[in-house]
């Protein structure tokens, strides 16, 4: 049942807006180097920062649509009736939404790097960092996806909720974006690795807990 | 042979209110149990509870593999009837589009149908399962006199095949069924 799950969201991310979260990258992406000016310097200090937070706003975008309207229609109760644990249901969810959501992003990477400044090794590095970002984004997206899924104004309160528990694979994926002898990437990498593998207990809980 | 459904000493609470308490349930092969009651009783409730997506605040539930078809459609608006239901994988599909007299629908998108459509294509996924235990929240609503004979034949069919039935509706259902009457 996972298996079909997971082609299931594939075929709803492209069906959908899958393009939604890679355009919001690119926009904001470029509008940077208007707010801060052309100094290629300056820019091509706080790049990588400006693209971690270009890919965490992005990661936003498509939360309403990846875990309540499951809930709401009754296929996350069917899933259930087909003895597919609520845990299972998250990762396929958070595998499905990644295959739609991190090899755009990755590819936007590439021309969102030379708009806020970065070439050369820190290109290289940015994208290892956004390679590395994708799954944890995907992940915290679902995971928070259902711990707001049926409350009112649950596309706000996801941001909020969302952006604290993202901070520090922002520290760690922007640091590595800028410093290739630190050791930020590894730690980046922890950190993803950490999120992808609580994420879908997290799920798991929150589809139980809204359950009524 | 051991009871598709067993419950003991159930009680269930709902928004802080005890719903109902000390309930036994015991279904075998071949039986079909009707709840019946007023509005806010707790039928819908406790057909969740025996599905298991709701928890007793006090007693067991023992059951066999189960199917579910309560009010929400679950089946992806832009597909096909037939694409939408297959998701769901039932070993019997082909029967139960057969029983419901849905093959003529099976190119339409889900989100074309009407309402006592929908209700048919809940019932077929119901029935294309294979589970032994049926659970059906207000079975009849939306069905018209053809679609409400096909659910009496559907239901007679299971029961002749082993299988057991737990329905909750307002009105009464054909054929012979225990009676369960919940108070609000």
Redesign the interface.
């Known amino acids: 049942?996972t298996a079909?799950l997971i082609v299931?969201e594939v075929r709803?991310g492209l069906?959908g807006a899958a393009w939604l979260p890679v355009a919001f990258f690119l926009l904001i992406a470029t509008i940077v180097p208007f707010a801060v000016g052309p100094d290629a310097r300056l820019l091509g200090r706080i790049g990588g920062g400006a693209l971690w937070i270009a890919a965490l706003t992005a990661a936003l975008l498509p939360i309403e649509r990846l875990i309540e309207p499951d809930r709401?229609?009754?296929?996350l109760?069917?899933l259930?009736?087909?003895?597919t644990a609520d845990e299972a249901v998250g990762a396929a969810k958070m595998i499905g939404h990644w295959l739609t959501f991190g090899p755009l992003l990755l590819i936007a990477a590439v021309p969102g790097s030379f708009l806020v400044g970065l070439d050369g090794p820190a290109l290289a590095r940015s994208l290892i960092s956004i390679a590395i970002g994708t799954p944890a984004l995907a992940a915290l997206s679902v995971a928070v996806a259902a711990l707001t899924a049926g409350l009112p104004r649950a596309g706000a309160l996801a941001g909020l909720l969302m952006m604290p528990l993202a901070v520090p694979l922002v520290i760690f994926g922007a640091a590595a974006t800028g410093d290739g002898e630190s050791a930020a990437l590894k730690l980046e990498t922890a950190v993803a690795l950490l999120i992808v593998a609580g994420a879908p207990f997290v799920t798991g809980a929150a589809i139980r807990a809204a359950?009524? | 042979m051991s009871p598709l459904l067993k419950g003991h000493g159930l009680a269930l609470v709902r928004g802080g209110r005890m719903l109902f308490e000390g309930l036994d349930l015991e279904l075998e092969a071949g039986d079909a149990l009707h709840i019946s009651g007023p509005n806010g009783s707790g039928k819908s409730s406790l057909i969740r509870l025996v599905a298991g997506l709701l928890r007793p605040a006090a007693g067991r539930i023992e059951r066999a593999e189960a199917a579910l078809a309560d009010n929400l459609l679950a089946l992806d608006r832009e597909l096909t009837l037939s694409r939408a239901l297959a998701f769901w994988k039932g070993p019997r599909l082909g029967d139960a589009m057969r029983a419901f007299a849905l093959e003529d629908l099976a190119h339409l998108p889900v989100r074309l149908l009407s309402t006592g459509q929908a209700k048919r294509a809940q019932l077929a996924r119901v029935m294309a399962s294979g589970a032994p235990l049926w659970l059906l929240d207000e079975p009849q609503n939306g069905l018209d006199r053809k679609g409400l004979a096909e659910l009496d034949e559907a239901i007679a069919a299971h029961r002749a095949q082993g299988g057991a039935v737990l329905a909750a509706s307002h009105t009464p259902l054909a054929g012979q069924w225990r009676i369960m009457e919940l108070e609000a």
Request: glycine share 12%; no cysteine.
């Open positions: 049942m079909a299931r709803r069906h709401a229609d009754g296929v109760d069917q259930t009736m087909t003895g359950r009524t």
